[in-house]
C-alpha cells in the first residue's frame, strides 16, 4: 500500500507544471468604451429575455453529471475545459489582429 501511494504521489508530482501562461485577453479596442457608451450606441433597448427556469435547470443538470464523475474523470474534464479556454484565447488573439489590421475597429470617420 505504501508503494501503491510513493507512485501516485510521483505521478502527480509529474503532472505538476510551472509553465506561466499569460491569460490575459489581447488589447480589443483602441480606445475605452463603457458599458453606457455601449449600451447608448445599440438600435434597441437591452431586453432581459432569459429564461431562468431553463438555465437554472441546465446547471443543476451540470452539477449532477460533474459530482458523478470520478477524480481522474474531473481532472480530465478541467484539463479539457484549459485546453479550449486556451485555444479560445488563441483564436481571438489572431482574430483581433486580423481586425486590427484591417482597421475595422477604427471608428468611422464623420
Known amino acids: ?38 449600451l447608448s450606441g445599440l438600435k434597441s433597448p437591452a431586453s432581459p429575455a432569459v429564461k431562468w427556469g431553463g438555465q437554472l435547470d441546465d446547471d443543476i443538470d451540470m452539477l449532477q453529471e460533474f459530482g458523478n464523475l470520478t477524480t481522474t474523470n474531473l481532472m480530465e474534464k478541467v484539463r479539457e475545459l484549459q485546453n479550449l479556454a486556451y485555444q479560445l484565447g488563441l483564436d481571438e488573439s489572431r482574430e483581433m489582429t486580423r481586425g486590427k489590421l484591417l482597421n475595422i475597429l477604427d471608428k468611422p470617420k464623420t
Open 1 to 38: 500500500n505504501m508503494a501503491g501511494n510513493s507512485l501516485q504521489n510521483g505521478m502527480d508530482e509529474q503532472l505538476l507544471s510551472f509553465e506561466k501562461l499569460d491569460r490575459s485577453s489581447p488589447d480589443l479596442w483602441p480606445e475605452q468604451l463603457s458599458v453606457t457608451d455601449f
